[in-house]
């Protein structure tokens, strides 16, 4: 595995390759099972698979959530060469953002409900950074989590609104045993929030109301961000503690 | 030459295209010698030219403004036929914006100034357009005028900010012999207007303080949005009767 630095590296390894299939995986990195399963699915249908692993600060509301967000680079680094990925992509603030972040996508729809409701700003920083890196990158296919499924909408989204010629594939949630969705941030719950963490997903599957499930969280000591149905789903985000979790299902 | 209504049929045209130079020439017609110099500067350097013809409904902040907007499309076809231009792409509303518009690209500090100021949203318009098409027609090279000096910079700003693989070509502003700049709106001034609106690039260009151009078109009935020196250029926009005239030198 190759790892690449620089937009111009990337793009210098990439060129002269436009008849291979070029899937692409990007990532905030502290890897787990959600994400290995979409580098598997790249690994199998493309020529090359490039993975970047980038904490990217402008989707990131609040700043303390930045500076507690999990990093287990070496790990990570260890996972992709163990699964044979052909290029990693770990970029620098000065390098994505030339501009110093004066240019933005902004959806102004979808982006301000749910999640982008109580993280004003967030998703304007996803779209930004994926338009970014997919314009870097040039994949034929990108592969995002339905864990984040308003995210996987909005990428969607924009790559329709802006003719970008990139199949957007979503992969399957991941869960762990208990059912919890996996998420680079369960690390950060303590032993007593994990075990409780999976009444959350179990709520979200019943066929109690959005209300009785608002009420049912709270009396677990969950703090309840929203419980939403759309898209034909039940969408929530709670915080345990300082965690905050999402799913939908 | 072969018009082109839908993105689909652009990309189907150009698709195998790949090892020829396509040059792009976006309008929004009411073509002039402005616009034709840029045609030929993309014919000479390029193995393909498109050019295209849109009235972006999105930069127009004045509905008025948008509805006299000069509509000459019939020459213009003549025009390109007779340059012997490739492809026109002439789309519609609802080709180029299937998410009527929900995705916009936002720039944050210079499309707040000069005529950002007093055109609120203007800029947010065209850059959303120009990376529409630019990921449709994908040319190598694209050009605009230096009439437009600060569109012009803020493309240049969104291909390098958004690590797009296209150069941006800028050509130089083409004036009438008493040195107005050609424009589409002047075919919108009176006959004694059009008389008078060279006093605007005449005093642009005069050792004269920014102050004194400003007092000087007040007392020969111009209206002054703004005169301001930046990039080692003066710039300035000034309405004569109901028509807005800009200019830099």
Redesign the interface.
């Known amino acids: 595995m190759k790892i690449l630095k620089t937009?111009t590296e990337v793009?210098s390894v990439l060129s002269g390759r436009?008849n291979n299939k070029i899937g692409f995986v990007p990532t905030m990195g502290a890897f787990h099972e959600g994400h290995l399963s979409l580098i598997r699915m790249s690994l199998r249908d493309n020529d090359i698979t490039v993975v970047s692993i980038y904490v990217n600060p402008t989707q990131f509301n609040d700043k303390d959530d930045l500076a507690k967000y999990p990093n287990t680079i070496d790990e990570d680094i260890k996972k992709l060469k163990d699964l044979d990925v052909d290029y990693l992509f770990l970029p620098e603030y000065r390098d994505l953002?030339?501009?110093d972040?004066?240019?933005?996508?902004?959806?102004?729809?979808?982006s301000k409900e749910l999640c982008g409701a109580s993280r004003p700003g967030h998703f304007t920083g996803v779209?930004t950074v994926v338009?970014?890196l997919f314009?870097?990158v040039k994949p034929n296919r990108a592969y995002f989590g339905e864990k984040d499924y308003q995210q996987l909408m909005l990428i969607k989204?924009?790559a329709?609104?802006?003719?970008?010629?990139i199949e957007i594939i979503a992969g399957m949630t991941i869960r762990e045993e208990d059912g919890l969705a996996m998420s680079s941030r369960n690390l950060l719950l303590t032993p007593e929030e994990r075990k409780k963490a999976s009444v959350f997903p179990d709520l979200l599957r019943s066929k109690l109301s959005d209300e009785e499930v608002i009420r049912l969280l709270q009396e677990n000591g969950f703090k309840v961000d929203y419980i939403e149905q759309k898209f034909g789903r039940r969408f929530g985000a709670v915080y345990l503690g300082q965690v905050r979790l999402i799913d939908n299902v």
């Open positions: 937009p793009q436009e953002y030339p501009d972040f004066n240019y933005k996508i902004v959806e102004t729809e979808l779209l338009m970014k314009n870097i989204g924009m329709d609104a802006f003719f970008m010629d």
